[in-house]
């Protein structure tokens, strides 16, 4: 069937009281940022609806690209006809031959918004029942949890049908829960950490260390692909990727072997912290879980912690390795987050690092290394990616991920 419209339904922005209008024009902001490589859509975010007009695009590929936006309950492919009984009744019998099946139950939940159309809601509750009954006489009708809901609209510019209800992410619109900077490893923890947090509604920046010829394009490209994946939830991301080779170097050179790990994560730190001050967020993310490994126990996490002032936000901190891999499955990264890639958190990692390094030692072993220059130098040479959903930086580098897989 030739759709007309996406109906799209709120989720918890029902509940946001006098600041629904904001969260509403966020979300609206975000779909079309997230349908925006469709030509001709309109987007129009009203007070109980959000109505996406295809005007002739592929609703399939429309409804995939919404199922990741969040902020949406749920939405509904659409069909228009005029204000014309015997239209209506003919579009609803074709509606319901798309789904039907022998025996099945039914309902009709009819909105009428046009209070000037002759049949109140009553009415053609009852006139599009019988019609269907007549043309599928096996039908039952069934008020609660039927198999099939025909969902009426009567508005002024049309009637719309729909016939299917599809799930959407749930969650707050990406914007509405302010900004924060997320540590993006490449790993299988930071893009479900990324997800939790766009889920809440925070808009984040990605800021992932690449540490040449450490580290290589393999690793960056792949970075960049989970951003793309990620992306999709919020219609784009900023990737902030930041030198980090010279800073692991001469850590290596001048910090004791058991402290390497803590003084290089308490610069990776402090450089973003600096990166989200400049850039005016709130709080820094990261794919953390308690005691998954050396450098995630409570004392290693008070040693890194001690740079910045600012909020760390670890949405994985409670959840074990088998609860993040099936949220890494859902939403899709798990497969490209195990793919072989040189980490710049495992290069130069020494054989036995501190799992509860001192606080005092770390902030002497940091002291031997020029903090300040090695960090304008790293922050002078970072560069700045706007990753939209549906950019393929797989297929930019088709060569080198050959070689991986």
């Not at 918890?12 to 969260?23: P, Q, W, Y």
């Not at 900023?238 to 010279?246: A, D, G, L, M």
């Not at 549906?390 to 991986?404: K, S, T």
Request: glycine share 8%; net charge negative; charged share 25%.
């Amino acid at each position: 069937m030739e759709y007309s419209e996406i109906m799209v339904r709120y989720g918890e922005l029902s509940t946001k009281g006098k600041n629904k209008k904001d969260f509403i024009k966020q979300l609206g902001h975000n779909v079309r940022k997230a349908l925006s490589k469709f030509d001709d859509l309109d987007v129009s975010a009203q007070h109980d609806r959000l109505h996406v007009t295809l005007n002739g695009a592929d609703s399939t590929a429309v409804m995939a690209r919404l199922k990741g936006v969040f902020g949406i309950e749920n939405f509904s492919p659409s069909v228009k006809v005029e204000k014309d009984i015997t239209a209506i009744k003919a579009a609803a019998i074709d509606m319901l031959k798309e789904n039907y099946q022998p025996g099945m139950t039914f309902k009709i939940n009819t909105r009428r918004q046009d209070k000037e159309f002759p049949y109140d809601t009553y009415q053609l509750n009852e006139l599009l029942g019988d019609t269907l009954l007549d043309a599928f006489p096996d039908l039952v009708v069934k008020m609660k949890h039927p198999d099939l809901e025909l969902r009426v609209e009567v508005r002024v510019n049309g009637v719309f049908l729909s016939g299917q209800t599809i799930h959407g992410a749930g969650g707050l619109p990406v914007g509405t829960g302010g900004k924060a900077v997320m540590m993006l490893s490449g790993g299988i923890d930071s893009p479900v950490a990324s997800y939790y947090a766009l889920r809440r509604g925070v808009k984040i920046d990605m800021v992932h260390f690449f540490s040449p010829p450490y580290t290589s394009e393999q690793a960056l490209a792949k970075a960049k692909e989970l951003t793309a994946r990620l992306a999709g939830y919020s219609g784009g991301i900023q990737f902030i990727q930041v030198p980090f080779t010279k800073i692991q170097e001469t850590i290596k050179e001048q910090v004791p072997e058991g402290y390497l790990m803590t003084v290089q994560r308490r610069l990776m730190l402090r450089l973003t912290a600096a990166i989200a001050e400049k850039r005016h967020a709130k709080g820094i993310f990261n794919g953390e879980s308690l005691g998954q490994v050396a450098s995630q126990t409570l004392e290693s996490m008070a040693a890194i912690n001690d740079v910045t002032s600012m909020p760390i936000l670890r949405p994985l901190l409670s959840m074990d390795k088998t609860e993040i891999i099936k949220v890494a499955e859902d939403i899709d990264t798990y497969d490209l987050s195990i793919l072989p890639y040189e980490d710049c958190c495992t290069i130069f990692t020494p054989p036995a690092p501190k799992t509860h390094p001192d606080l005092e030692k770390s902030r002497r072993f940091e002291s031997f290394i020029d903090v300040e220059g090695l960090m304008k130098e790293a922050l002078d040479g970072i560069t700045v990616t706007e990753i939209r959903p549906g950019d393929n930086y797989l297929n930019q580098n088709e060569d080198v991920f050959a070689e991986l897989l």
